[in-house]
């Protein structure tokens, strides 16, 4: 019998940096019945098994000192499974089919809805001592319950990241419309450098100008869009701009603004490229211009909305590299120590300073934010001109839309074909899924 899923919670993300950066008040860690951060009766070490991705191993829950200090104050060891990137999907789906479960997996909380069944396999965490003490509860939440834990509220902004140096120098201005970013795009051609870099061999970067021009186009002209898609009330190929956001990021191609070798260029080499000023932008989110300052803080990088409308807003994807606990974690209250320590106001505001994370606990300030991210505030967030991209409304898995793109740029289908392939494997995983309507 089919039942209706029910939507994830998601919040306006406008919202998200709208709070107090000055934190008040004070809660520090509170003991509970699996013992205290002090050295006293703990017992035996146990090692708990935490779940990431290589590509995630930068991330600040995993830092060696960190994991070091938790082991020192609780004798809980953490050791790390690190799961191959582009497996990791597949072998946490099969962990948790076949109970091998780890105690602390890292995920992204849309994805996890989506691709790991967040309700029948993740702990709910509203009863958890952190929680009175988030300010953002949205960003860790799906289905009415708090499922996951960070430190932070940020959430990864889409758009076009761009050498800021380079359009001064060109006297270029930021584009608006579709026609001003191919002007600007000709203009970088004609200095020498390649205006955009794509590296679709990585599929996913390929659905990073729909995904936000799909959302803007709904938030702006067709609020209910996303409902009745998910309802099988409409289907993708019914909205004409779906197919001619397509054909804008086809044609940047198609008119020689790009690397050659789109489909065998990787994500992987993005930051060198901007650090050896071979492009000027790339379709990306923010995390890119942090990832590009850590190794050149000299490179003044700015991000701005993908032009595929006028005066279209910034792409905002859900939170990302959040911390579930897998509902058969063999050691479930070890696991929630672990949250529990990093969610103590020392420790916390020890990440939120090194990582410059826009706080999400109310004891917790939000340190002075880079230069880019203050800009994003400035333009984007305070002005309330930025939209959820289409990720966020999906209850499917995306894999294979994000292969039909790549199909678009082998010249194998054309947008349309992209959205008439969609139609019928979206409609195959909602009926899978059991989606009321399919």
């Given at each position: 019998?089919?039942?209706?899923?029910?939507?994830?919670?998601?919040?306006?993300?406008?919202?998200?940096?709208?709070?107090?950066?000055?934190?008040?008040?004070?809660?520090?860690?509170?003991?509970?019945?699996?013992?205290n951060t002090g050295n006293g009766g703990k017992g035996e070490k146990v090692t708990i098994e935490l779940?990431?991705?290589?590509?995630?191993?930068?991330?600040?829950?995993?830092?060696?000192?960190?994991?070091?200090?938790?082991?020192?104050?609780?004798?809980?060891?953490?050791?790390l499974q690190l799961l191959p990137a582009e497996q990791t999907t597949t072998v946490l789906q099969t962990?948790?089919?076949?109970?091998?479960?780890?105690?602390?997996?890292?995920?992204?909380?849309?994805?996890?809805?989506?691709?790991?069944?967040?309700?029948?396999?993740?702990?709910?965490?509203?009863?958890?001592?952190?929680?009175?003490?988030?300010?953002?509860?949205?960003?860790?939440?799906?289905?009415?319950?708090?499922?996951?834990?960070?430190?932070?509220?940020?959430?990864?902004?889409?758009?076009?990241?761009?050498?800021?140096?380079?359009?001064?120098?060109?006297?270029?201005?930021?584009?608006?419309?579709?026609?001003?970013?191919?002007?600007?795009?000709?203009?970088?051609?004609?200095?020498?450098?390649?205006?955009?870099?794509?590296?679709?061999?990585?599929?996913?970067?390929?659905?990073?100008?729909?995904?936000?021009?799909?959302?803007?186009?709904?938030?702006?002209?067709?609020?209910?869009?996303?409902?009745?898609?998910?309802?099988?009330?409409?289907?993708?190929?019914?909205?004409?701009?779906?197919?001619?956001?397509?054909?804008?990021?086809?044609?940047?191609?198609?008119?020689?603004?790009?690397?050659?070798?789109?489909?065998?260029?990787?994500?992987?080499?993005?930051?060198?490229?901007?650090?050896?000023?071979?492009?000027?932008?790339?379709?990306?989110?923010?995390?890119?211009?942090?990832?590009?300052?850590?190794?050149?803080?000299?490179?003044?990088?700015?991000?701005?909305?993908?032009?595929?409308?006028?005066?279209?807003?910034?792409?905002?994807?859900?939170?990302?590299?959040?911390?579930?606990?897998?509902?058969?974690?063999?050691?479930?209250?070890?696991?929630?120590?672990?949250?529990?320590?990093?969610?103590?106001?020392?420790?916390?505001?020890?990440?939120?300073?090194?990582?410059?994370?826009?706080?999400?606990?109310?004891?917790?300030?939000?340190?002075?934010?880079?230069?880019?991210?203050?800009?994003?505030?400035?333009?984007?967030?305070?002005?309330?001109?930025?939209?959820?991209?289409?990720?966020?409304?999906?209850?499917?898995?995306?894999?294979?839309?994000?292969?039909?793109?790549?199909?678009?740029?082998?010249?194998?289908?054309?947008?349309?074909?992209?959205?008439?392939?969609?139609?019928?494997?979206?409609?195959?995983?909602?009926?899978?899924?059991?989606?009321?309507?399919?």
């Open positions: 019998m089919k039942t209706k899923t029910k939507k994830m919670t998601v919040s306006i993300v406008t919202a998200l940096l709208a709070v107090s950066l000055a934190a008040c008040g004070a809660n520090n860690l509170s003991n509970n019945e699996s013992g779940a990431i991705s290589k590509s995630s191993q930068d991330s600040a829950f995993v830092a060696q000192s960190l994991l070091d200090e938790f082991e020192a104050a609780t004798n809980i060891k953490v050791n962990k948790l089919a076949v109970d091998e479960t780890p105690d602390i997996v890292q995920y992204n909380l849309a994805s996890a809805t989506t691709d790991l069944n967040l309700e029948r396999n993740f702990e709910i965490l509203d009863n958890e001592p952190w929680v009175s003490r988030i300010l953002n509860k949205d960003v860790l939440s799906a289905y009415g319950h708090v499922y996951s834990f960070h430190v932070s509220q940020d959430t990864g902004m889409q758009g076009v990241v761009y050498n800021k140096d380079m359009f001064k120098e060109l006297g270029l201005e930021t584009p608006k419309t579709f026609e001003e970013f191919l002007a600007v795009c000709e203009a970088i051609k004609a200095s020498g450098v390649t205006p955009v870099f794509m590296p679709f061999k990585d599929a996913w970067a390929a659905n990073i100008w729909p995904a936000a021009a799909f959302a803007d186009y709904a938030a702006k002209n067709d609020p209910t869009l996303f409902d009745d898609l998910n309802g099988n009330k409409r289907k993708w190929t019914d909205v004409p701009e779906f197919e001619k956001f397509l054909d804008q990021q086809y044609q940047v191609y198609k008119k020689g603004y790009t690397n050659a070798d789109i489909l065998s260029d990787s994500y992987d080499m993005a930051v060198g490229k901007f650090l050896n000023k071979e492009v000027a932008m790339m379709f990306m989110g923010d995390w890119l211009i942090e990832s590009v300052s850590k190794q050149d803080p000299s490179l003044s990088l700015g991000l701005f909305a993908i032009p595929s409308d006028q005066d279209a807003k910034l792409g905002a994807s859900p939170l990302g590299g959040q911390l579930f606990i897998p509902k058969k974690a063999k050691h479930m209250a070890e696991a929630k120590k672990f949250l529990e320590y990093i969610a103590s106001k020392e420790v916390a505001q020890k990440i939120v300073d090194q990582q410059a994370y826009v706080s999400n606990l109310n004891d917790v300030t939000t340190p002075e934010l880079p230069a880019y991210k203050q800009e994003i505030v400035d333009n984007y967030i305070t002005p309330k001109l930025t939209t959820l991209t289409t990720d966020a409304f999906m209850l499917v898995d995306r894999s294979e839309l994000y292969r039909s793109l790549q199909d678009e740029f082998t010249g194998a289908k054309t947008p349309k074909q992209v959205l008439e392939a969609w139609n019928t494997k979206f409609a195959e995983l909602m009926k899978d899924k059991g989606v009321e309507g399919f």
